[in-house]
């Protein structure tokens, strides 16, 4: 959950490199650091503990200048935020790296280095790396020899970025786990953790694989394995633009991604749905014929896209009529789960990059299912690559941490999941014209639903002197609920928690009094009367109530609550459509709190680490 941008050029690449580090500010920020090889083949460093705009100020101090280097943003792992601890760690005068991942083996590496001599100056795993390069370099390997020949000993993950005095010009790359991709340009060349990091220079893009080891230098580039043995990788052009990580006129990116989500939707939707039923191909040109076997249906994902697997798990149950599980990616893979017939494997991911969702996937591979599908918003990406089916959600980038746009892309490509099982196996064919008219109406009734911010706005202040919220909801709205107290907690630091409404009763109803927010999402269904009577539970005990609601059962919500109406057409589409009030209630809360929107404490974008 780090960031790496490395470049060799025929040019200063300082400036470059800084800029890199704000763009993959998002995956880590907790300190920052760069290192340049300068004209005198001297290597200049320099690393805070902080965010990169503390590091720009001291660069700004401290000019660095030259045409290779590599630079780093942390969120970290072994060791704490400090100075010390940052990265590029600088071994004997003359290496320089820079690491994401997690060594697993990182203590006994450790010893043994020490008990050598070895005179450690960090407490991280990262310095381990580089210490060993530097041992092997001394012994006569050059700089890509010497990482060849660390890579076994390493327990983990890694991406990796090294630089040395005794090869000038020349960056070597590892990947294990998290991204590492090849930024192609003419007469230079860089290695990065995300693609927008190299759009301000080339659009030229290689993806490595688990086990790739790159050479670039500022005249070309080179994959090998661990064995030294060449491997070819494809150079693709990235249609992505510098404009889509831009916030543009919006305050933070999280507030231009929940407004961006009427138009993300709509590519969701673009060439999948026809008047009345689904485009042939969903999943791809043989997919149909795979989908009529579908019997049961395993979801796996972690945080928000977890959520979005449980509420498909009530909305598959419920309309395609076969069973459905949703599980946390990081209890499936430890875990010996049991495979029923015909079995699809769903794995959702944002980022296509999260280390516990890929480790379920490739489990998933040998436990004879009858096929993998990802669910990603990230072309290229290794979930994407490892899966046998794929689903674009097309969200566009998502900056902000907490994950909007991501989830309602997610449902609704979960929802065209269920219609392709539902259309291939012949299912219920009465109702999918019905249900793909819904869909058509989602981003118009998504907009609307942004029209309430101002309403939103007023409800938070209400939030943002307490340090307790509980989140209330039943059926396919329990998950929404999870998803609405989760981002609270993630950028306002007010402790949330969700409950299925008919658990009042059996615990959580100890905690409400008057200081205690209490948000439910009700639902226009035949739950209805059911949360109604929760409702009442919570308001005779003190409770503040605050309700989400389909604007055609407002009349039937306690006149003690306060009700924010919500036209969300069907109780097929009002999970997607009730999201937006609670992402808006997050945001304005933390605008209130002071806290940091975009880039919440403790957090990063892409969990690339167990």
């Given at each position: 959950?780090?960031?790496?941008?490395?470049?060799?050029?025929?040019?200063?690449?300082?400036?470059?490199?800084?800029?890199?580090?704000?763009?993959?500010?998002?995956?880590?920020?907790?300190?920052?650091?760069?290192?340049?090889?300068?004209?005198?083949?001297?290597?200049?460093?320099?690393?805070?503990?902080?965010?990169?705009?503390?590091?720009?100020?001291?660069?700004?101090?401290?000019?660095?200048?030259?045409?290779?280097?590599?630079?780093?943003?942390?969120?970290?792992?072994?060791?704490?935020?400090?100075?010390?601890?940052?990265?590029?760690?600088?071994i004997d005068e003359h290496l320089a790296i820079v690491h994401n991942g997690i060594i697993e083996n990182y203590s006994a590496l450790r010893r043994v280095l020490e008990q050598s001599g070895c005179r450690l100056q960090s407490e991280t795993d990262t310095e381990i790396i580089g210490c060993l390069i530097a041992a092997r370099m001394d012994a006569g390997d050059d700089l890509l020899a010497a990482v060849r020949g660390v890579l076994p000993q390493l327990q983990g993950s890694y991406a990796l970025a090294v630089m040395s005095t005794r090869e000038?010009?020349?960056?070597?790359?590892?990947?294990?786990?998290?991204?590492?991709?090849?930024?192609?340009?003419?007469?230079?060349?860089?290695l990065s953790s995300d693609v927008h990091t190299l759009l301000p220079v080339t659009n030229r893009i290689v993806h490595l694989d688990d086990g790739d080891v790159v050479r670039i230098d500022h005249a070309g580039w080179q994959v090998s394995n661990v064995a030294g043995e060449l491997q070819?990788?494809?150079?693709?052009?990235?249609?992505?633009?510098?404009?889509?990580?831009e916030r543009g006129s919006y305050r933070h990116f999280m507030q231009k991604e929940i407004f961006e989500q009427p138009d993300a939707l709509s590519r969701t939707l673009d060439g999948r749905i026809s008047d009345d039923h689904l485009l042939p191909g969903l999943l791809g040109l043989d997919?149909?014929?795979?989908?009529?076997?579908?019997?049961?249906?395993?979801?796996?994902?972690?945080?928000?896209?977890?959520?979005?697997?449980?509420?498909?798990?009530?909305?598959?149950?419920?309309?395609?009529?076969?069973?459905?599980?949703?599980?946390?990616?990081?209890?499936?893979?430890?875990?010996?789960?049991v495979v029923p017939p015909n079995c699809l494997f769903v794995a959702i991911s944002q980022s296509g990059e999260t280390a516990d969702?890929?480790?379920a996937l490739a489990q998933a591979s040998k436990a004879g299912y009858l096929a993998t599908v990802a669910i990603c918003n990230v072309p290229e990406s290794s979930l994407v690559r490892a899966a046998d089916l794929l689903m674009m959600t097309r969200a566009g980038p998502e900056i902000g941490v907490a994950s909007t746009k991501a989830f309602t892309t997610q449902l609704v490509a979960l929802q065209l999941l269920q219609l392709a099982i539902m259309q291939a196996r012949g299912d219920r064919a009465d109702t999918l014209p019905a249900l793909v008219a819904d869909l058509r109406r989602?981003?118009?009734?998504?907009?609307?639903?942004?029209?309430?911010?101002?309403?939103?706005?007023?409800?938070?202040?209400?939030?943002?002197?307490?340090?307790?919220?509980?989140?209330?909801?039943?059926?396919?709205?329990?998950?929404?609920?999870?998803?609405?107290?989760?981002?609270?907690?993630?950028?306002?630091?007010?402790?949330?928690?969700?409950?299925?409404?008919?658990?009042?009763?059996?615990?959580?109803?100890?905690?409400?009094?008057?200081?205690?927010?209490?948000?439910?999402?009700?639902?226009?269904?035949?739950?209805?009367?059911?949360l109604v009577s929760n409702l009442e539970e919570v308001h005779v005990r003190g409770?503040?109530?605050?309700?989400?609601?389909?604007?055609?059962?407002?009349?039937?919500?306690?006149?003690?609550?306060?009700?924010?109406?919500?036209?969300?057409?069907?109780?097929?589409?009002?999970?997607?459509?009730?999201?937006?009030?609670?992402?808006?209630?997050?945001?304005?809360?933390?605008?209130?709190?002071?806290?940091?929107?975009?880039?919440?404490?403790?957090?990063?974008?892409?969990?690339?680490?167990?």
């Open positions: 959950m780090c960031g790496i941008v490395a470049g060799c050029a025929q040019r200063d690449i300082t400036e470059i490199l800084l800029a890199g580090l704000y763009a993959l500010e998002y995956r880590g920020y907790d300190s920052a650091g760069m290192a340049i090889l300068d004209a005198d083949n001297v290597l200049q460093q320099r690393r805070t503990a902080g965010k990169v705009a503390a590091l720009e100020q001291i660069i700004r101090q401290q000019p660095l200048s030259g045409q290779t280097g590599i630079a780093h943003t942390r969120w970290a792992t072994h060791g704490r935020p400090l100075t010390h601890n940052a990265h590029p760690h600088y000038p010009g020349v960056i070597v790359g590892a990947r294990h786990g998290p991204p590492l991709l090849i930024g192609v340009g003419f007469g230079e060349h860089y070819s990788r494809e150079i693709y052009t990235s249609e992505l633009s510098l404009a889509n990580t997919a149909d014929a795979l989908l009529a076997r579908v019997d049961n249906v395993h979801i796996v994902a972690c945080g928000t896209s977890y959520h979005a697997g449980l509420v498909a798990r009530y909305q598959i149950e419920q309309l395609a009529g076969i069973s459905c599980t949703a599980e946390v990616a990081s209890e499936y893979r430890y875990r010996s789960p969702t890929l480790a989602l981003p118009d009734l998504v907009q609307r639903a942004l029209q309430l911010d101002d309403q939103v706005e007023a409800m938070a202040e209400a939030f943002a002197e307490r340090q307790h919220s509980l989140f209330l909801g039943r059926g396919n709205h329990y998950p929404v609920a999870m998803e609405g107290a989760l981002k609270l907690k993630e950028i306002s630091y007010i402790h949330a928690e969700a409950y299925p409404a008919g658990e009042l009763k059996h615990g959580p109803l100890a905690l409400v009094d008057a200081d205690m927010p209490v948000v439910a999402v009700a639902p226009n269904n035949h739950l209805l009367g059911k409770g503040q109530l605050f309700v989400i609601a389909d604007h055609h059962i407002s009349d039937n919500i306690s006149s003690h609550a306060r009700v924010l109406e919500v036209e969300t057409g069907s109780d097929w589409l009002a999970p997607v459509v009730l999201t937006i009030p609670l992402q808006l209630l997050a945001y304005h809360v933390a605008l209130l709190k002071g806290t940091d929107v975009d880039q919440p404490r403790n957090l990063a974008k892409s969990v690339t680490v167990e």
